[in-house]
């Protein structure tokens, strides 16, 4: 089989959706592997919808490719992110509330998709998404704002998933292969099995896969049990394709995931009511390109798409139910054509992409105002231009413009509407010797989700949600420059080093959030709370990746700074993740298929928080450092081991965006079987 990090054409269809944001990171830290280093395994990036090497791309995307999924036994989002510069989880560790979060925004503030097909569930104290990483062929992340080919909520930027394939999970010539896989995991008592199958027949392809895992509550560094931390969920993938030695090219994904398990009403706190809660995502896509060889005028690609996720919880102690549902349908359509005028080749990027949000609440049978039954209508066109200036300089200029509506279904709610337009710059430079320059100037922003429009009812005994229908959106102007290098035969003829270091300010105007007013208010809104533009926000930072690959050994550094401060009261920025280094260094000894290594991360004290009268706010995040140990062997020649041992001296830990502690030692343990 060769679904092993194995760069192929169409993956990552982040890319079908970015041209000119062609973004690298030039270091595949990430992906904590090592692979025999050749001219020809440089990873290909596909975040322009075009195919282009990450030493060809200014600015910065991460790759998670299935060798790494693998390696890291990723049992939740925050297992697959973690070693991306600038990108955090928040909401956890519990898996029901996991939010990614990128150079200090979420919620709302990064565009999630699943095989093209948007993830937009915004309700505070749940997660965005739910998936299972087995049923993952690769993941790009792009950093930064990204409305111009996103539209809104970009302005942190995207995390984009991609499920297995046949094409890419069978070897070239084979008809029918398959991975059973067994997992268990110590700290929270966790059993995973799977089952992933594909064939092929002719131009036809098709995959099925199954993964099935129960945790139980997990345990902190101190030993103490964190309640309603465990799941019990199925997830399962189909997926058919179509790849004729024509132009076209068409596939049809479904992915089912289905967690029943306790939790709390706010899964992302130590206090909450405790729930039943029922979570079911249904996302199906279907897709289509056509690429005529040697025509410069068409490469299209075509997604339609639908995510249905409902919340179905019931209180323990009373029984109330409730119940959220979001459905998201959507059509993304882009062209590339090519075209040189005046010396200068042109690479022009231009499609639409249309969407609809249908939300509904209830609360034990009745309407629930808290998540009011609402709908929003976007229509997005956009245009890029990936200028070639000389051999050397590379000039990407975009834009694109957005139209929205949204509507309450209840008597007396005025329809809101909103347009914006989102330009974008990047200037690239090859200098000397692998090493290339960029600076970019990029717009974005976020319109108000339909809960912070419309929402109302009872926020906790005493204190009423009010809806508001005059917020604006959120708009972010962002500047960026970087580096990235790559060279070759350094020490020997089969090494090699990369890197990249970015630094940026990203501005944001009428940044919202949600205000909660006492009794003492005296503004007319005494014991109410509702979502405001509140300030202007500037987020400044740093990342840098460098990465050695030699064939018997690799090494890789990834570091992460910001400082997020509100510019109106002049005070820090809440849910801001600490600063980080991470070291990451395996021996890889030529031909025995052996790779044994370790990851220390260490984050320093965040301290910058800025006044609350939140009860559960933790307060300041001491820093720590954690060393994990992992392994990876052949037993037999369709047979391997995973090891892996997070956490090894037990530490106590939490993270800034968490307010919860994370899990202490934790052994893995994977056997997967290929045939």
Do not use: C
Not at 81 to 108: F, H
Not at 152 to 161: R, W
Not at 260 to 272: E, F, K, L, M, W
């Amino acid at each position: 089989m060769a679904y092993q990090g194995r760069p192929a054409r169409g993956t990552g269809w982040l890319a079908a959706l970015l041209t000119g944001w062609a973004v690298a990171t030039p270091v595949a830290a990430q992906d904590e592997a090592a692979t025999p280093v050749t001219d020809l395994d440089e990873l290909v990036v596909t975040v322009g919808r075009q195919e282009l090497l990450q030493s060809e791309t200014p600015a910065p995307v991460s790759v998670i490719d299935r060798d790494a999924i693998e390696r890291r036994q990723a049992r939740s989002i925050d297992d697959l992110l973690r070693d991306a510069p600038g990108v955090t989880i928040s909401g956890g560790p519990r898996r029901a509330a996991l939010m990614p979060t990128i150079r200090g925004l979420t919620d709302g503030r990064v565009v999630v998709r699943i095989d093209g097909a948007r993830q937009n569930m915004q309700i505070r104290h749940r997660g965005q998404t739910f998936l299972d990483p087995s049923l993952l062929q690769r993941v790009e992340v792009l950093r930064g704002p990204a409305s111009t080919l996103f539209g809104s909520g970009a302005i942190g930027g995207v995390v984009d998933f991609r499920t297995l394939d046949a094409g890419q999970f069978l070897d070239e010539g084979e008809r029918f292969g398959g991975r059973l896989m067994t997992g268990y995991q110590s700290n929270a008592d966790e059993t995973i099995g799977s089952l992933s199958l594909a064939g092929r027949r002719g131009d036809f392809g098709l995959l099925g896969g199954i993964t099935r895992s129960r945790a139980d509550d997990f345990e902190d560094g101190n030993g103490d049990t964190e309640p309603f931390s465990g799941n019990d969920l199925v997830s399962g993938l189909v997926k058919g394709s179509w790849t004729p030695a024509g132009p076209s090219r068409l596939s049809a994904t479904y992915l089912d995931y289905y967690d029943d398990s306790d939790s709390r009403t706010t899964a992302d706190r130590p206090r909450g009511d405790a729930v039943r809660r029922l979570t079911r995502q249904r996302t199906a896509s279907l897709q289509y390109g056509f690429r005529p060889a040697g025509s410069a005028l068409w490469d299209v690609a075509a997604t339609l798409y639908r995510t249905d996720l409902s919340l179905d919880g019931r209180t323990l102690e009373t029984g109330d139910r409730s119940l959220s549902e979001l459905a998201t349908t959507g059509l993304d359509l882009f062209n590339n054509s090519r075209a040189s005028a005046l010396g200068v080749d042109h690479l022009l990027t231009y499609g639409i992409e249309l969407y609809r949000d249908e939300q509904t609440g209830r609360e034990n049978g009745v309407p629930d105002p808290g998540f009011a039954s609402s709908e929003q209508n976007t229509v997005g066109a956009f245009v890029q231009d990936r200028l070639a200036l000389t051999d050397r300089a590379t000039l990407t200029l975009g834009v694109r413009f957005d139209y929205i509506e949204q509507e309450a279904d209840r008597e007396g709610e005025e329809t809101s509407r909103f347009d914006e337009w989102s330009p974008q710059a990047t200037f690239s430079y090859q200098l000397f010797g692998g090493l290339s320059a960029y600076a970019s100037y990029a717009e974005a922003f976020r319109a108000p989700n339909l809960r912070e429009l419309f929402v109302a009812g009872e926020h906790f005994p005493g204190n009423t949600y009010l809806p508001n229908p005059d917020l604006q959106p959120e708009r972010a102007h962002n500047k960026e420059i970087g580096l990235n290098y790559l060279r070759r035969g350094i020490w020997t003829s089969g090494d090699r080093l990369r890197g990249g270091v970015s630094l940026y300010q990203n501005d944001i105007e009428d940044f919202l959030e949600q205000i909660v007013r006492g009794g003492n208010a005296t503004d007319g809104l005494a014991n109410t709370t509702r979502f405001e533009n509140t300030e202007d926000a500037r987020l400044r930072g740093a990342e840098i990746e460098l990465r050695y690959d030699h064939p018997a050994f690799y090494a890789a550094i990834i570091g992460s700074l910001l400082r997020g401060d509100d510019e109106g009261e002049d005070e820090p920025l809440e849910g801001m993740p600490a600063d980080s280094l991470t070291v990451i260094a395996a021996v890889t000894p030529p031909g025995r298929g052996l790779e044994t290594g370790v990851r220390v991360e260490m984050v320093a004290r965040q301290d910058r928080l800025p006044p609350t009268t939140d009860p559960d706010a933790a307060g300041p995040a001491p820093g720590y450092a954690v060393t994990d140990l992992f392994l990876r062997a052949p037993i037999a020649g369709t047979l391997d081991l995973e090891l892996r041992m997070d956490n090894v001296f037990d530490r106590t830990y939490r993270r800034a965006t968490n307010l919860i502690n994370s899990p202490g030692r934790n052994l893995r343990a994977q056997i997967a079987y290929r045939f």
